[in-house]
């Protein structure tokens, strides 16, 4: 399974966006780039997904670079709400169990 | 509410008992994994199903741990003869078998104290 390279944690003000990175130098041609993200005492939620173009959805806006070796995930306006573990997860195209590293810790201040 | 559903969401255990839990998927989703997550790392996975058929299982998931999905509906999670290792968050999650539709739900979890 490909890797990814988060940092450890970040934090945001509430009301500012967020731009959360996620390396992956290793990423093969048909692989997924998907975020999900775990709140406190919860299961892990699905944020977005995407290959090569740039996604956007309710949630969040996925940006990926050219050479597909990173990637971002963009809070627009980070809420309270929004405190939680973010996971950067490289899926193949038919592949079906998510590897999990560690994520990033997003703490948001009020 | 129609997401997955998890139970019991809490079981605390002697170690050398055995424990089961329940998963009931979303009803049209035909896959159903499980996944464990100890303290301040991500999930683990250990299986999965695609309707009945167990198709994947993890190196994790010893022969003390075994998993059913009898009618590709619900499914269960056995540990036999627990240990203090085992403790930890077990996952259930649910999703649909198509190529770009194959977002994990995932349920709150029940977390397992072995002591």
């Known amino acids: 399974d490909a890797k990814t390279t988060q940092p450890n944690s970040m934090e945001s003000n509430e009301e500012e966006p967020v731009h959360l990175p996620c390396n992956h130098s290793t990423i093969s041609g048909t692989d997924y780039i998907h975020w999900y993200r775990q709140l406190p005492s919860q299961g892990p939620e699905y944020v977005i997904h995407?290959?090569?173009s740039n996604v956007n959805n309710r949630m969040a806006s996925l940006a990926i670079a050219e050479d597909r070796k990173s990637s971002t995930l963009i809070l627009h306006r980070a809420t309270l709400r929004d405190a939680a573990v973010y996971y950067c997860i490289l899926r193949a195209l038919y592949g079906n169990k998510l590897v999990f590293g560690a994520g990033t810790i997003l703490r948001v201040k009020s | 509410d129609t997401g997955v559903s998890q139970d019991p969401r809490h079981k605390i255990t002697k170690r050398g008992q055995n424990v089961t839990f329940r998963c009931d998927p979303i009803s049209e989703h035909n896959r159903l994994y499980w996944y464990r997550q100890t303290l301040g790392q991500g999930p683990e996975f250990l299986t999965y199903?695609?309707?009945?058929?167990?198709?994947?299982k993890s190196r994790l998931l010893s022969d003390r741990f075994s998993a059913e999905r009898p009618k590709g509906s619900f499914s269960t999670l056995e540990i036999q003869r627990t240990e203090q290792g085992d403790s930890a968050m077990y996952l259930c999650?649910?999703?649909?078998?198509?190529?770009?539709?194959?977002?994990?739900?995932f349920g709150p979890g029940t977390r397992l104290t072995v002591t």
């Open positions: 995407g290959l090569t």
């Open positions: 999650a649910s999703s649909l078998a198509y190529r770009d539709l194959r977002e994990q739900y």
């Open positions: 199903f695609q309707n009945e058929a167990q198709l994947e």
